[in-house]
């Protein structure tokens, strides 16, 4: 059984391994996609991925948004870790193995041991009805990503909280622990949620969601742009000024910067309307959202002391290692 682990992200989708893709869906019915783009067929019906992103599911069961999400990052995730098992040592380049598992026309036929996570707060009324949505009774799923074959069944389904399995894996544990209370602030695409460790145990009775994703930010960022410039700027352009790039405009790359730190300060002062105040507790930024916006955090926060994981696929490499942990118990107690 292969364990995959899946982080199932508003904005983005992330695994242990592959590069993350944009939470973006389109279905295309029986008819593929007029542009050569990655794709995927299912059940008779093609899917696209974009960059504009559905709107935000607190349930994400509703329907088969996130599960057709899934299947494409079990295949990306499928085909990554061959390439990593065929390189040996060698570092791999996600796109150069997904080009060589097309041209090569290689099918997959798995067991899936899949591993996901929910907020702590949604963990006890949503786990169960996560496993069943994923899990279908572990029936044979057969879909093409790419022009590549797979058949796959999900056998069984791993949920882990998110925020603290980017934590307890990690290298950083020790650092991030070594306060006698540090906030997990996780930035995502339409929330920040926040968890507390206190001397070195997660808080279970403590997890605040917070409406302060960046999607909020680039609808505020479009708007004075689109006020002050009389042009239209999008969550791509954003992101690549947040990041120091240029657009073509210093301007408007300014604007979009000065209008991050504004964000950022509401942040910091809505978290203290919470009760999180951050001056005596060591503050861990994770997350897509917090990447970009660290600049601006940093400043808001205005301490010496912040930890950022720079790795946004951080949940997901924690949700594989809870999942690993449990499949050595289980054949451990199996003995």
Known sequence: MTVVAVDT???????????????????HLDVPPIVATDTLFFEGNYYSFSESQGFHRQDKTVDDYYFILTLAAIARELVMKDAIRRAGNASVDFKTAMRSAEREKISFNEDIFLSIGLPPSDMKILSEKFKRYFM???????????????????KDVCVSAQGFAAIFPNDIFNEVTKAPQTYIIDIGGYTLDIARIVNRRPDPGFFKSLDYGVIHLYNEVAAIIREEFSVNINGIQIEAALRHESIGNAD????????????????????????IDLKLSLPVLMGGGAKLMQDSLEKAINRSEIIVLPDIRANAVGYEVFANRLLKERRRAAR
């Open 9 to 27: 992200g508003n904005r983005l989708i992330k695994t242990a391994h592959a590069e993350p893709f944009s939470a973006g869906l389109n279905r």
């Open 136 to 154: 279908r009774d572990g029936s044979a799923l057969s879909y093409t990503y790419n022009n590549i074959r797979f058949n796959v069944s999900i």
């Open 252 to 275: 408007i790359e300014k604007m979009v910067r000065k209008v991050a730190d504004t964000y950022a300060r509401r942040i910091v002062a809505a978290l203290q309307d919470n009760g």
